[in-house]
C-alpha cells in the first residue's frame, strides 16, 4: 500500500512571536499557531491501523510529496543579506542558512516529528508501548521535495538532516521529483505517479534549458519563490520592524497589534486574489471598534516592499526562461518595468492595494488551467502505463477522472494540505480551517483487484489555530477534534 500525504508545510514561527505588557501589568503575547499538533499524526496512525486490520497490509510507502518543510517563510532569509533566489543552481554560501533555517524548524516542531517518529518508524503508541497492528508492517517513508522545500535537496548535508529529523535511514543520495510504479512492475502494480505537482504551475517551475540535465531545473529558483519572500513573509515581518515599539504600549498599540496579526496570517488566505479582501476586511474592524483608519499606513508600508519585490524580480531573467507566460513578459519589458516602478514610487497610497489586487487577479488568469489538465497529459498515463496521476501542491483536494487508454478509468488525485487555511465566504467573511487529506493507493493482487485507492478528508478543528493574542502564563497548545 502506498499513502500520499503533501504540503504539511513545517515553518519557524518563534520568531514571529513578541511579548509586551496589557493594561493589567500581565505579561502577553502575540503570534501565529501555524504548525500542525501530533493529534493529527494520530488520526493518520488509527486510519493505518483500519487498514491493517482489514486488508492485512505487510508494507505501507509513506510518501511524503513536497512542501514539508517550509524553507523560503522565514524571516531568516530577512535577517541575512543571502536570498534563496538564484538564477542558476544555488550557489554554495546558502547551505549553511538552509540547514540554520531546517534547525529552527525541527525546534519548532519538535513534538509533530517526534510523533511521526514515533509512529512510523519506532512503531509505539503515544505512551511509548508497542503498536500491536505494526507489528508485522514495515513502513518505507520516501520524500520528494516540492517548490517551498527544493533546497533540501541542494546539499548532501541538507539531504542528510532532513532523513535525520524524519526518521529515515542516513545517507546523502538526492531525493527523487517523482515516484512510478507501472501497472506490469513485479511486486509493485500500482499503475501510479506521484509528483508534487509544482510541475503544472509555470509560476513556480522553471522550463528545462537545452542540454541541461533534467534534475537541475528543480534547483533553479522560479519566480514564485520571490513572491513567497518578499510578499508574503516580508509584510508581516516589516511591518513589525516598523511599529514594534508602538506594539508594545498597551492602549495605543492594540490596533497596530490586531494588525499585525491579519498579517500573520495573511499568506492562507485563499484564493490568492482574495488576500487583499482579507487585509481589506481586518482594516475595517480595526476601524470599527477603534476609530482608527490605518489604510494609508498598511499602503506605505507596501510602497517599499513592493519597490523592493519588483527591483528583485526586474534584476533577474526569470522572464526571458523558455515556458514563461507571454504576459509576465510583456509586463517586465523595459517600458512596463519602468512603469511600474514609477507607478509603485509616485501612486496615491490608496492605489497600491488596488495595484496588488490587479496582479494578482492577472496571475490567476495566467494559471487558469487546472492541474487535472496537465496530469491528463503525462507520458505513462497516455501509454497506459499508470492510471492514477497524484499530486499536490495547491492546498485544494480534489478527485477528477481522466482519459486512459487502460480498461479502468484514470483518475488525477490531489492531495491537498494540512496546512491552515482561511477560506472566503459570501459578504467577504474569512474564516479558518484546518484540513488532514491522504491518499491511500492497493496493489492489485488476484484475490484483490478491484479496490483501486482511497482518499480521505477531514477537517480539524479548533479556537486555537491562526494568530493570538494571550496572557502568556495560560498559552495553550491547539487542540483538535474530529468533525468530519
Not at 178 to 206: M, S
Amino acid at each position: 500500500m502506498i499513502i500520499v500525504i503533501s504540503d504539511l508545510h513545517l515553518q519557524h514561527t518563534a520568531a514571529d512571536v513578541f511579548t509586551y505588557q496589557g493594561a493589567k501589568g500581565e505579561l502577553r503575547e502575540c503570534g501565529v499557531h501555524r504548525n500542525i499538533s501530533p493529534e493529527a499524526l494520530t488520526l493518520l496512525k488509527e486510519e493505518v491501523i483500519r487498514y491493517q486490520q482489514k486488508f492485512q497490509t505487510r508494507v505501507i510507502r509513506l510518501v511524503l510529496n513536497g512542501d514539508i518543510l517550509e524553507i523560503l517563510r522565514t524571516p531568516v532569509w530577512l535577517e541575512s543579506n543571502l536570498r534563496p533566489y538564484h538564477e542558476k543552481l544555488p550557489p554554495p554560501e546558502l547551505r549553511d542558512v538552509v540547514l540554520k533555517i531546517i534547525g529552527k524548524i525541527e525546534e519548532d516542531n519538535r513534538e509533530f516529528l517526534n510523533a511521526f517518529r514515533q509512529f512510523f518508524v519506532h512503531k509505539r503508541d503515544e505512551q511509548g508501548q508497542p503498536i500491536a497492528a505494526f507489528a508485522d508492517l514495515t513502513f518505507e517513508i520516501i520524500y520528494i521535495p516540492g517548490n517551498h522545500d527544493r533546497l533540501v535537496n541542494a546539499w548532501p548535508e541538507t539531504r542528510r538532516k532532513v532523513r535525520e529529523i524524519l526518521g529515515m535511514p542516513a545517507g546523502e543520495a538526492p531525493f527523487g521529483h517523482d515516484l512510478t510504479f507501472r501497472h506490469h512492475e513485479d511486486g509493485a502494480r500500482y499503475g501510479v505517479l506521484i509528483r508534487h505537482g509544482h510541475e503544472y504551475d509555470r509560476f513556480n517551475i522553471v522550463a528545462p534549458e537545452p542540454g541541461e540535465n533534467p534534475e537541475d531545473r528543480y534547483l533553479r529558483s522560479p519566480l514564485g519563490d520571490v513572491l513567497a519572500l518578499e510578499v508574503g513573509a516580508a509584510l508581516a515581518y516589516k511591518f513589525r520592524q516598523r511599529y514594534e515599539a508602538l506594539m508594545q504600549k498597551p492602549q495605543e498599540g492594540e490596533p497596530y497589534r490586531k494588525l499585525y496579526l491579519a498579517l500573520l496570517d495573511f499568506d492562507d488566505v485563499r484564493p490568492d486574489h482574495t488576500t487583499f479582501d482579507y487585509l481589506t476586511c481586518a482594516l475595517q474592524r480595526i476601524h470599527r471598534e477603534f476609530g482608527e483608519n490605518l489604510d494609508d499606513e498598511v499602503a506605505e508600508l507596501m510602497r517599499p516592499i513592493l519597490c523592493d519585490a519588483c527591483a528583485v524580480i526586474l534584476a533577474n531573467p526569470f522572464f526571458n526562461r523558455p515556458g514563461t507566460p507571454w504576459l509576465s513578459r510583456f509586463l517586465t519589458t523595459r517600458f512596463m518595468a519602468s512603469l511600474i516602478l514609477w507607478f509603485l514610487k509616485k501612486a496615491p497610497a490608496s492605489k497600491l492595494v488596488w495595484l496588488v489586487k490587479t496582479a494578482l487577479m492577472l496571475k490567476g488568469f495566467v494559471e487558469k488551467a487546472e492541474p487535472a489538465t496537465y496530469a491528463a497529459q503525462e507520458e505513462l498515463l497516455k501509454k497506459g502505463e499508470v492510471d492514477l496521476v497524484i499530486a499536490g501542491h495547491t492546498h485544494h483536494h480534489d478527485q477528477v477522472p481522466l482519459e486512459c487508454p487502460g480498461s479502468q478509468p484514470g483518475y488525477f488525485l490531489d492531495t491537498g494540505t494540512w496546512r491552515t487555511l482561511i477560506y472566503d465566504g459570501p459578504g467577504n467573511v474569512f474564516g479558518h480551517l484546518k484540513s488532514l487529506t491522504y491518499v491511500a493507493v492497493h496493489q492489485r493482487t488476484d484475490t484483490y483487484g478491484e479496490r483501486r485507492f482511497d482518499t480521505w478528508t477531514g477537517h480539524l478543528a479548533a479556537s486555537s489555530y491562526g494568530a493570538f493574542d494571550q496572557v502568556v502564563r495560560t498559552a495553550t497548545k491547539p487542540t483538535i477534534k474530529k468533525v468530519a
